[in-house]
Each structure stands twice: as structure tokens, then as C-alpha cells.
């Protein structure tokens, strides 16, 4: 199975950049769909992006639609999450996270999840 860590998180200001990286160990992500997902305190998880297993077709959260981009380097294992012109709204806790050879939206789906990195986007 695989394991997942991420990194990259932190304070930026509004219309900053940041870019998360996840780690994944165990197995190659390349036999997984990978995404990202955000919380908040009292709120469920939330779809922010994903790369499809396979093919490797990549979908968004329209919130962030044109400002994140996702990438995946099978090379070094790790998938990548870019963040630019952030709101305030963006602020949450990122968790990267493994679906075995399927993807999607739906987080209960996803059966490996790494510990979440902290953005924070102050105004």
C-alpha cells in the first residue's frame, strides 16, 4: 500500500503562490488516481483536484478552476498541487490522497490519505 506526506504549506498573502508537493512511498502513484482535498474546521472535505488513474485526466474543484494546477512526476513519486492567486477562501488544511486504480470527487472513496499540510491566506 502506499504511504503519502505532504509538504509546502504556510502563510501567504492574498494573490501569493504557494505549491504543495505529496510524497508517496510504498507503491508508485502511478497505480493510483491521486487528488488533492481541503478542510476546514466544521466542514466536511472538500474536492480541490485529481489526476485519473490510467489516463491521466485531470479535474478541478471550480473554485479553483484557472488558478491550481495539479501535476504528477511518476519519476519521483510525488504529486504536485500549484497554487497561485489565493484568497483567503483557500485557507485549510490540504490532504493529498490515493485511490487504487479509480479517482473522482468523492473523498470516502479514497483509501490513503497523508497527515495534511496548513494554508493559510491572509488578507
Known amino acids: 500500500q502506499v504511504q503519502l506526506v505532504e509538504s509546502g504549506g504556510g502563510l501567504v498573502q492574498a494573490g501569493g503562490s504557494l505549491r504543495l508537493s505529496c510524497a508517496a512511498s510504498g507503491r508508485p502513484v502511478s497505480d493510483y488516481g491521486m487528488a488533492w482535498f481541503r478542510q476546514t474546521p466544521g466542514k466536511e472535505r472538500e474536492f480541490v483536484a485529481a489526476?485519473?488513474?490510467?489516463?491521466?485526466?485531470?479535474d478541478y474543484a471550480n473554485s479553483v478552476q484557472g488558478r491550481f494546477t495539479v501535476s504528477k512526476d511518476d519519476a519521483k513519486n510525488t504529486v504536485y498541487l500549484q497554487m497561485n492567486s489565493l484568497k483567503p477562501d483557500d485557507t485549510a488544511v490540504y490532504y493529498c490522497?490515493?485511490?487504487?486504480?479509480?479517482?473522482?470527487?468523492?473523498?470516502?472513496?479514497?483509501?490513503?490519505w497523508g497527515q495534511g499540510t496548513q494554508v493559510t491566506v491572509s488578507s
Open positions: 489526476i485519473a488513474w490510467f489516463t491521466g485526466r485531470i
Open positions: 490522497a490515493a485511490r487504487w486504480r479509480e479517482s473522482g470527487r468523492t473523498p470516502s472513496n479514497y483509501g490513503y
